[in-house]
């Protein structure tokens, strides 16, 4: 992961329903007149912020709101009827403006537990459950690895679980904000444990 933000950067944002966390390869589409403009705004600074949608209040976003920061790989401005942007999402922080008339918004450095992450065995049930639903849904899943060849940590597998459940949007939030590590992969368990991965709700998520 990059290294921690020195300072607040301001930077084009875009606001995504499924919300890819450091570690995460993504890749957005779009196209029209507006969007084309915001990527080459974009493009040009060679970062923007992600922020979470409320897809179920369709609140704005707030201040104090964990956003990722994502580094612009690549633009394919030929690929079809729409614009394809591969992102790397490197580092996370707390939006503290927004600039929606601009398209841009600041946001300044949070820790991402990196000191917590602690070795996890093959045996681990986050673990299995996170291989079996990448071998199921590998075409629907929208994330990918940054860093194929590392080993996975607590903190890795926190990351990616977040960004597939399909928790509300405060509840994310305030598990992101959590000082403690620890506290989110016991609720990512006991969560897993009651749920139905199969299900349309969850499959639909991704």
């Given at each position: 992961?990059?290294?921690?933000?020195?300072?607040?950067?301001?930077?084009?944002?875009?606001?995504?329903?499924?919300?890819?966390?450091?570690?995460?390869?993504?890749?957005?589409?779009?196209?029209?007149?507006?969007?084309?403009?915001?990527?080459?705004?974009?493009?040009?600074?060679?970062?923007?912020?992600?922020?979470?949608?409320?897809?179920?209040?369709c609140a704005a976003p707030k201040e104090g709101e964990v956003v990722s920061l994502a580094e612009v790989v690549e633009v394919d401005w030929l690929s079809g009827s729409d614009v394809t942007v591969t992102l790397d999402v490197t580092q996370w922080g707390l939006l503290s403006g927004l600039d929606a008339n601009k398209r841009r918004c600041s946001a300044e450095a949070k820790s991402c537990w990196q000191d917590q992450a602690e070795a996890i065995t093959p045996e681990e049930p986050l673990l299995r459950?996170?291989?079996?639903?990448?071998?199921?849904?590998?075409?629907?899943?929208?994330?990918?690895?940054?860093?194929?060849?590392?080993?996975?940590?607590?903190?890795?597998l926190c990351l990616r679980w977040l960004e597939i459940l399909p928790l509300a949007k405060t509840t994310k939030q305030n598990l992101l904000?959590?000082?403690?590590?620890?506290?989110?992969?016991?609720?990512?368990?006991?969560?897993?444990?009651?749920?139905?991965?199969?299900?349309?709700?969850?499959?639909?998520?991704?």
């Open positions: 992961m990059a290294q921690t933000l020195e300072q607040s950067l301001t930077l084009p944002y875009q606001v995504l329903a499924e919300f890819p966390l450091p570690g995460s390869r993504y890749r957005l589409k779009g196209s029209g007149l507006l969007f084309n403009q915001w990527m080459r705004d974009a493009q040009q600074s060679g970062r923007l912020w992600l922020i979470m949608a409320d897809v179920d209040e459950e996170l291989i079996h639903w990448r071998r199921a849904y590998a075409l629907q899943y929208p994330f990918e690895t940054i860093d194929t060849t590392a080993t996975l940590t607590s903190l890795d904000k959590s000082e403690d590590l620890g506290l989110i992969f016991r609720y990512l368990n006991q969560f897993l444990a009651k749920a139905d991965l199969n299900s349309k709700q969850v499959r639909n998520r991704v």
